[in-house]
C-alpha cells in the first residue's frame, strides 16, 4: 500500500456459503440481513395462565387440625388440590366404611347454571397417621381450551365432592361453601426482542 506495508486479502463466509463459488470475489462485499424473530405459530398452551395465575379460595381440610374430626362427621373430606396447566387435580380422603365405595366431583365454570362430574381414582394405600380406617382417592377436573386472553379466563372453579358408600350419599362442600378457584389477571408477557443475522457474500 501507499506506507509500503504488505497487502493481507480477508474473505469472510456465512455457514452456507460454499468458499469454492463462483460468485465470490476478492473485494466481497458485506451484506446485513435484520430478519425479526418470528412468533411461534399457536399451539393452545397458556400453562402460566391456568397454573400460575391460580388463586385457591380456600384452605384444604386436612391442614386443619381437627381434620380427623372432620372426616369421623362428614365421611369425605378434600385432602388437597393443585391447579395445572390442563386440569386441576386434587385427592380426596374417605371413611373406609365398605369395600365397594365411588368418589363424585361435581364442578362449575358458570356459577352452576350448568355442570360437570367426574369419578375419583383410587389411590394404593400408604402409611396413615389417622385414627380412622381411610381411602384416598385421586380426581383431575379438565380445564376449557386456553383464551386468547388471560382477561376472558372463567371467574371461577367450584367443586363438590360426594361419596357415595352401602346406599348413602356424603358431600363435603366446604361447609356448604362449595371448593372455589379463581384466577386473577395476569400481567402481560414481555414482548419478545427482535434478533438479526449476519450473512456474508
Partial sequence: ?????????????????????ESDSE???????????LSPPPTGKKPSWWSECAVL????????????????CQRVCVESVSP????VTGTV???NLSFHKQVLIRYTFDRWASHSQVTGAYLPP????????????????PLPAPPCSPLALPPSLEFAVCYC????????SNEGQNY????????PAPPQQDTAWIHFI
Fill in 84 to 87: 395445572g396447566p390442563v386440569c
Fill in 57 to 72: 379460595q380456600f384452605q384444604p381440610p386436612v391442614t386443619r387440625p381437627d381434620f380427623d374430626v372432620l372426616l369421623r
Fill in 180 to 187: 372455589a378457584i379463581c384466577w386473577t389477571d395476569c400481567p
Fill in 93 to 95: 380422603r374417605v371413611q
Fill in 126 to 141: 400408604t402409611v396413615q397417621h389417622f385414627s380412622l380406617s381411610t381411602d384416598r382417592f385421586q380426581f383431575r377436573l
Fill in 165 to 172: 358408600v352401602q346406599g348413602e350419599e356424603f358431600w363435603d
Fill in 27 to 37: 473485494g466481497g462485499e458485506l451484506m446485513i440481513h435484520a430478519t425479526p424473530t
Fill in 1 to 21: 500500500d501507499s506506507l509500503g506495508l504488505e497487502l493481507i486479502s480477508v474473505r469472510h463466509y456465512s455457514q452456507s456459503h460454499d468458499p469454492d463459488s
